[in-house]
């Protein structure tokens, strides 16, 4: 028998002293004596890279998160040493690197507080099983720290005390705690003592987080290969951890089309064409708007991908264009399976070109999924999704398909155990060869971005619009997403809600729920509720297996039929406010939705909150999550803010009762907020928008507010072509000033405002606007008048 003793060490190795140091740049390299090397890399004044190899050679640099407009460069930087450390010093943070150990300590460089502290460190453990090491970091929590993030795990914000996975997984009716799920968003940030940064695991191997599971104090991350390769985001709000991850990771390479914005309907599956007009036809006459009726596996020929069945849609173009006549925009779902057919074009195609994902010894990757035995595309090699790209030409410049659907691209297979791929199976991975370990997690990632390059080729001069169910971090620049095969239930309607927050905190915002649920059927209560939550996540879709009966607004009987009505209707006056709000996350990174947390972070008592969150930058919202509910307690976050419903105000920093019978929700709006409102459409662009309503409400003091306008579609609003106007209102104890400023190109339709002014707490004097007097009206308390939008200032004098 032959002993080799030296192939596996078991249990953990740790790098040992420092024997060499060197600096290039920004780039600097500590080598231990037993050869472990960190390159720490200054990306910024906030942002740290740590990276570390066991053998001294690193992999070559290539991620599918970071993305090639990442900021770079910093403000100051210095390097210094003592006997037991290395000093390195930017103008936000100090790093101390231990030379006995490699351990590394963080401060806050402002006011030298601790802030981040290795506990072991960097660590691993030798694998001889799957070949490298199992690359680990632990680091010590420090007193009251809470963490955040980590993309679409289906538990509360706060993750303190939770160990979780990542690997996209296909989860049908996944539960409370389920995880992994569909997406693997390796990132979250911390708070402790008012102060937040965030860790960002760039490593797309099945990897974990433990936060203070396995031991009380001590947080830790690691995977199952591939190199530690973290960034540290400092904040110290943790909105700028969070702009700081995307300006790392990406933002949405352009705004949504207005429409996206809409309300979508969806169903596995309307099928044939009667039907699916039938459902919109409802609609309209219903007078619940909508703007994207969608088509399920059920429309293509045997499932096979870029056909239509000829049977149920004979003629797609036609009945694409008669839909969008009436204002309905068509969504596909696409799929990456490849039905093995002989006689199938797209199969053909992959075949010659050697497209398909191969097993380690040459077969193909064959697995089962709706169509039966199929091959699928490796996406992670560039030409294929070049190919894959091409292949919308027809569905959407032909068909005139406006969006698509990427479905069981985690990637799911069928009746195997893992419900994935095996691990052998190879991959280009951008000419970087490796297995379905490491490409397993941005597969999904990789076929939403060739489906957003096909259609944004194609949709031209339109922008596309596309969403996925996997992802990895930086899908957030090609796509929207939603959560998955979730349930009719109470318990899931608050799984939606913190989903939604989760995903904004994780640097995706462009998310949202299968409304209703998608397995088994809501009662009317349910999904009048879910639909209330719904309206306020940035993708609002009702989508439903269809097994369990149906699932549009009216099947519900006519109470809950005007409240969806009601609140659908709530979302499309918000729609500019919405589309500032995208703006400024497409722009900053700044999360749509704001946990109470990331609102206030200051304020301990929103840390463990997970009902309430901020819509946009000023309406506070809190669903209803329990049947047979006439209101609930929520917590109000500190300040003052107007009742949506009747502009009474509260003053919030406490916990209180909040009237919301069926056909209402808490909804607040943070005073000195200026909301922008459309009249009521049935889709984006039925009307011309001929005046921009203004909701004020009177603040004592100062606030901003801004409402960003484009064309609603194209690329125009890139070249200058949009509208920004910045609002500051001044409120003293009487007198209110108004001051409008406005930069952009873009020449709105409408010409002037109607302001409706809340809560204006003195009776008007006089109220003159670019110092000329105009009428007004007062209805319930509501001052109402017209102004141009030219307007510069508006002053009102109290009596
Ligand atoms: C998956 C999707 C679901 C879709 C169904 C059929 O379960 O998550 O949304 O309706 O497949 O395509």
């Given at each position: 028998m032959i002993l080799n003793t030296e192939l596996e060490y078991k249990g953990n190795l740790f790098p040992s002293k420092i024997v060499f140091y060197k600096k290039h740049v920004n780039v600097l390299y500590f080598k231990s004596e037993n050869g472990a090397v960190l390159q720490l890399t200054i990306e910024r004044d906030s942002v740290l890279r740590f990276r570390y190899s066991t053998t001294g050679m690193f992999d070559k640099d290539f991620s599918y998160a970071i993305t090639m407009y990442a900021s770079k460069g910093y403000n100051h930087l210095e390097i210094s040493e003592d006997n037991e450390k290395y000093i390195i010093t930017t103008s936000k943070l100090i790093c101390h690197i231990s030379k006995l150990d490699m351990r590394k300590t963080i401060f806050d460089a402002k006011d030298n507080s601790l802030i981040c502290e290795d506990e072991l460190g960097f660590h691993w453990e030798e694998s001889y099983e799957i070949g490298g090491d199992i690359v680990k970091m632990?680091?010590?929590?420090?007193?009251?720290?809470?963490?955040?993030?980590?993309?679409?795990?289906?538990?509360?914000?706060?993750?303190?005390?939770?160990?979780?996975?990542?690997?996209?997984?296909?989860?049908?009716?996944?539960?409370?705690?389920?995880?992994?799920?569909?997406?693997?968003?390796?990132?979250?940030?911390?708070?402790?003592?008012?102060?937040?940064?965030?860790?960002?695991?760039?490593?797309?191997?099945?990897?974990?987080?433990?936060?203070?599971?396995?031991?009380?104090?001590?947080?830790?991350?690691?995977?199952?290969?591939?190199?530690?390769?973290?960034?540290?985001?400092?904040?110290?709000?943790?909105?700028?951890?969070?702009?700081?991850?995307?300006?790392?990771?990406?933002?949405?390479?352009?705004?949504?089309?207005?429409?996206?914005?809409?309300?979508?309907?969806?169903?596995?599956?309307?099928?044939?064409?009667?039907?699916?007009?039938?459902?919109?036809?409802?609609?309209?006459?219903?007078?619940?708007?909508?703007?994207?009726?969608?088509?399920d596996i059920d429309y293509m020929e045997g499932f096979r991908c870029f056909t239509w069945s000829e049977e149920y849609f004979p003629d797609p173009k036609r009945m694409v264009k008669e839909l969008a006549d009436d204002g309905f925009k068509t969504i596909v779902i696409i799929d990456p399976g490849i039905k093995i057919d002989n006689e199938y074009s797209v199969f053909k195609e992959g075949l010659e070109k050697d497209y398909f994902c191969k097993r380690a010894d040459g077969p193909y990757m064959k697995g089962k999924v709706w169509p039966g035995e199929c091959y699928f595309p490796d996406f992670t090699n560039p030409e294929v999704r070049e190919w894959w790209s091409e292949l919308f030409k027809e569905l959407i410049e032909d068909i005139g398909v406006a969006g698509v659907w990427n479905d069981m691209n985690e990637p799911a297979v069928m009746d195997v155990p893992g419900k994935s791929f095996p691990d052998d199976v190879r991959h280009d991975y951008d000419g970087n060869q490796c297995s379905h370990r490491k490409a397993h997690n941005v597969y999904g990632m990789q076929m939403a971005r060739a489906t957003y390059h096909g259609l944004k080729k194609f949709s031209y001069p339109k922008r596309p619009f596309v969403i996925t169910r996997a992802a990895y971090s930086g899908t957030q620049r090609y796509t929207s997403t939603w959560t998955g095969d979730n349930v009719a239930t109470w318990d899931h309607l608050s799984i939606a809600n913190q989903q939604a927050q989760r995903m904004c905190m994780s640097g995706f915002s462009f998310a949202g729920s299968d409304i209703g649920g998608f397995a088994e059927q809501p009662n009317g209560e349910l999904f009048a509720r879910w639909i209330q939550l719904g309206v306020f996540h940035p993708f609002c879709r009702v989508h439903s297996s269809g097994d369990h009966g149906d699932q549009e607004p009216w099947v519900f009987g006519k109470t809950v039929t005007d409240i969806v009505r009601k609140f659908i209707e709530i979302r499309y006056q918000l729609l500019p406010y919405l589309y500032t709000t995208f703006w400024r996350y497409a722009d900053e990174g700044i999360p749509i939705l704001k946990s109470l947390v990331l609102f206030d972070q200051e304020d301990s008592n929103t840390h463990y909150r997970n009902d309430e969150f901020i819509f946009g930058e000023k309406i506070l919202v809190c669903p209803i999550i329990e049947a047979n509910s006439k209101g609930r307690r929520m917590y109000i976050p500190r300040g003052k803010w107007y009742n949506f419903w009747d502009n009474s105000i509260i003053i919030g920093g406490e916990e209180l009762w909040v009237d919301a019978d069926i056909d209402s929700m808490p909804i607040f709006v943070k005073e000195g907020a200026i909301i922008p409102k459309y009249p009521i459409q049935q889709y984006v662009g039925e009307k011309v928008i001929e005046q921009l309503e203004l909701d004020v409400y009177y603040k004592e003091g100062k606030e901003s507010s801004e409402v960003y306008e484009d064309a609603g579609d194209g690329y125009d609003y890139k070249k200058g072509r949009y509208s920004l106007r910045n609002f500051n209102q001044v409120g003293k104890a009487n007198s209110l000033t108004i001051q409008q400023f406005k930069s952009g190109k873009f020449i709105t339709a409408y010409n002037s405002f109607k302001i409706n002014i809340h809560g204006l707490p003195f009776k008007i004097d006089k109220l003159e606007v670019d110092n000329e007097a105009i009428d007004i009206s007062k209805i319930n308390g509501v001052v109402t008048f017209e102004v141009t939008k030219e307007f510069r200032e508006l002053y009102i004098t109290g009596k």
């Open positions: 632990s680091l010590k929590s420090q007193q009251g720290e809470n963490y955040y993030g980590l993309g679409d795990k289906p538990v509360e914000n706060n993750l303190k005390g939770k160990r979780f996975q990542n690997w996209v997984t296909d989860s049908y009716a996944y539960g409370r705690g389920t995880d992994p799920i569909y997406k693997a968003i390796p990132f979250y940030t911390a708070i402790h003592h008012d102060k937040s940064y965030g860790v960002f695991f760039d490593n797309t191997f099945r990897s974990y987080f433990d936060f203070c599971n396995e031991r009380r104090n001590i947080t830790s991350f690691w995977a199952q290969g591939g190199e530690m390769n973290y960034y540290f985001i400092y904040g110290p709000e943790m909105t700028e951890v969070v702009s700081n991850y995307t300006d790392l990771t990406g933002r949405p390479q352009h705004i949504p089309p207005m429409w996206a914005l809409g309300f979508h309907q969806c169903k596995w599956s309307y099928y044939p064409e009667s039907n699916v007009k039938e459902i919109t036809s409802k609609f309209r006459e219903l007078k619940i708007p909508c703007d994207a009726i969608y088509l």
